[in-house]
């Protein structure tokens, strides 16, 4: 699969850290600084993960990895996330 | 807790086309679902080799019964044996619902644009049928671009359960006013609720298909936040 995805597929991955459905978190870039729900991010299959990049700018939200049964989350281009209602 | 996998025991399966079928799972833990809601489906092979994909829910609402319903893709590890193996009475290891951005809840008043790719029609029937089953009197209609008609998913339910446009990419039914073709902006601004009625769009199919519709509906005047979208891919 060469064609990315949205950030709506990671709902099930972030479920075992996050508490709150991560779809609609809101994060912001960055690289450009652009602030939006995670559900329009894209997400590249990267087996055994998946890469994440902001939908404006294209550069590396954050990558999950499977390593096994542990899932290894990097957030190097998120500045903040904000979950709540 | 969302992130638990959940056993369901198959109740049911039909063909839905020549490539899909539907699945009537029995979770008995299941809380219930939003319309649009998806889930993550795990197989484990013997050797321990373990495949997840995320499927969309056909059903919204209350019960412990979900439908899902399922296009075979060729090269794909975990729909070929949803599509053509899977049997009434199989064990289906299922997470969820997920995702609460893809969604429509009953108490929404805006006129609703559904716009499906294929079998990205599954969770926009959930929230027709939410739509139907809530007595929601808010406008929702349905554009279903779709390769020919025996290609459609729930064709049955869809005659019934209003306001479908289709859009045929390969073969059309006899005496159909138009050719078969890809959708143009132009058919997608005749064929759905124009901007100045603000309404919630809902776009979901392959990514192809999503990227084009939702670039389209913002050039129409459609607010980007108000384009909602899922894409599938294999």
């Not at chain 1, 459905?21 to 590249?44: K, W």
């Not at chain 2, 009953?106 to 990205?120: N, R, W, Y």
């Not at chain 2, 139907?132 to 929702?140: E, L």
Request: aromatic letters at 6%; glycine letters at 12%.
């Amino acid at each position: 699969m060469t064609e990315h995805l949205d950030g709506n597929v990671l709902a099930g991955p972030l479920s075992e850290l996050f508490r709150d459905d991560m779809t609609t978190a809101i994060g912001r870039c960055a690289h450009c600084g652009d602030v939006s729900v995670l559900a329009t991010a894209l997400v590249y299959d990267a087996a055994p993960g998946w890469c994440v990049r902001c939908h404006a700018c294209g550069d590396v939200l954050m990558t999950l990895v499977w390593a096994g049964d542990r899932l290894r989350i990097d957030l190097r281009g998120v500045t903040a996330l904000e979950v709540g209602d | 807790m969302v992130g638990a996998w959940l056993v369901g025991t198959v109740a049911e399966t039909r063909k839905e086309t020549s490539t899909g079928r539907s699945i009537l799972l029995d979770v008995p833990d299941w809380p219930g679902n939003i319309a649009g809601q998806h889930v993550d489906v795990r197989l484990t092979a013997p050797d321990g080799y373990q495949a997840t994909r995320s499927y969309s829910v056909a059903s919204a609402g209350d019960g412990s019964r979900v439908q899902l319903a399922v296009d075979r893709l060729p090269t794909g590890e975990v729909s070929p044996y949803l599509v053509d193996d899977l049997m009434t009475g199989d064990l289906l290891e299922v997470r969820g619902p997920l995702g609460g951005w893809f969604v429509w809840k009953p108490e929404q008043t805006a006129p609703v644009q559904l716009i499906a790719g294929g079998s990205g029609v599954v969770p926009l029937v959930a929230m027709l049928r939410s739509h139907g089953a809530s007595g929601s009197t808010a406008p929702m209609q349905l554009l279903y671009s779709v390769r020919a008609p025996h290609d459609r998913f729930f064709a049955d339910e869809l005659e019934t359960l209003g306001n479908v446009t289709y859009a045929y990419t390969r073969a059309v039914p006899a005496g159909w006013p138009s050719p078969p073709g890809r959708l143009t902006k132009d058919a997608l601004a005749a064929a759905t609720l124009p901007a100045s009625e603000s309404p919630a769009v809902f776009v979901c199919g392959p990514t192809g298909f999503v990227e084009a519709v939702a670039t389209w509906l913002v050039e129409l005047g459609h607010e980007p936040g108000a384009v909602k979208t899922e894409r599938f891919g294999g």
